[in-house]
């Protein structure tokens, strides 16, 4: 199955149609995504994808300033150049051919995961009738990564409050140090989620992200 995508303009403007390069497509509903758009993260859903190109289905409007990286659900991470924008729909084209075998079959060394944000958010956690400082360093549809100085106990239901976000009902299930891992007792919608994380690029602090390293066409993390 193809999906019929816009032309657009080149540099010399001609109009560019992606859909002209000779690669196959294949369509991937419903696989969702990780776009980083310079310090930015942000949730969008893998459409169509070939050794070339992919199309994206997005939630919110997105800033495009700054170098872009398409993350899968494997871990792996992809360089891409914008094509082509609609608003909720984008066009991105790889800087260099990607296995598209490996990718649909999820076939990567990195294994299959629920795609985690990383994001320094203020947030109060809610416990035994008190309210406890302590800040999100990732979060995903399942749960989040919260740093405190507060002591938890593994099992402990606890209900985390944050600026532009419902309250959250969770339990901590682990803790290292500092940080704790919650699971929450509602999973996220992707849309909820990606709202959420729009949100909070406005009010968070800059991540501490993990470097990528370039190997080959993919941008392996450390």
Known sequence: ???????????????????????????????????????????????????????????????????????????????????????????????????????????????????RFEIRLPVVIQAQGQAFPASVANLSRQGALVESDDMFAIGQAVMLQAKGLSTIEARIRWRKAKAYGLVFDTTFSLQQLALALQRFQHVAQPPNLPSMRMSGTAAERD
């Open 1 to 115: 199955m193809n999906l019929q995508l816009p032309e657009m303009e080149g540099a010399n403007g001609q109009p560019v149609a992606i859909d002209d390069r000779a690669a196959p497509r294949f369509t991937l509903l419903i696989r969702p995504g990780k776009l980083h758009v310079g310090e930015a993260q942000y949730l969008c859903v893998i459409r169509d994808i070939s050794a070339t190109g992919v199309s994206i289905r997005l939630f919110h409007p997105i800033d495009w300033r700054g170098p872009v990286v398409l993350e899968l659900q494997t871990g792996d991470c992809y360089p891409v150049e914008q094509v082509w924008d609609r608003g909720a729909e984008a066009g991105f084209r790889f800087f260099d051919p990607i296995e598209v075998d490996s990718v649909i079959g999820h076939c990567s060394h990195y294994p299959k995961r629920d795609l």
